[in-house]
């Protein structure tokens, strides 16, 4: 159970956002982010490819100043039924682990909660065994991102960004 015990909420109209899709390994998905004017809403939608061995598309900003200590991330979505993934960095180096954690977006706006245990470290998409979880990091990019073999639109709205303390 999530009593809520808030930490931080993460504004998605104050951040700046930067795409960066599969084009940088010669993919050919292309996206766009767009930040709701006055509804604190981000929009992430596109195409995906899957020519050239592409396939993803990604957002991400940095946070300006890394996130207290938390437990749990709470994100209010919608979308387009597409799997996505949550990405949590403490350095924007292309070598640098991420954090990731998965979720739908469903049409209907949703909120969904993600537990420290839910996020797996990831290198270039691919899980790091000997790596310990995500407790205890200087968290300061979050970002957003889409990755498929099923090539064609994608769109998700994340309404809201929060860090949380969850109560057992």
Not at 16 to 37: E, F, I, L, P, Y
Not at 75 to 88: E, I, N, P
């Amino acid at each position: 159970p999530l009593s809520g015990h808030h930490i931080m909420t993460l504004d998605p109209e104050q951040l700046s956002w930067q795409v960066v899709n599969d084009v940088v390994m010669g993919g050919r998905s292309s996206a766009t982010c767009k930040v709701g004017h006055g509804t604190g809403s981000l929009c992430f939608s596109g195409l995906l490819s899957t020519a050239n061995g592409g396939g993803f598309a990604s957002v991400r900003a940095e946070l300006g100043r890394p996130v207290p200590p938390f437990s749990a991330v709470r994100l209010v979505v919608s979308g387009d039924g597409r799997q996505y993934q949550v990405r949590l960095r403490e350095t924007a180096h292309p070598e640098a682990i991420a954090w990731r954690a998965l979720f739908t977006a469903q049409e209907d706006r949703e909120t969904i909660v993600l537990g420290l245990d839910d996020f797996e470290p990831v290198f270039r998409g691919r899980r790091v065994e000997a790596l310990p979880g995500l407790t205890r990091r200087d968290i300061r990019f979050l970002g957003f991102m889409v990755v498929s073999k099923q090539p064609g639109a994608f769109a998700l709205t994340v309404h809201q960004i929060e860090t949380v303390d969850r109560d057992d």
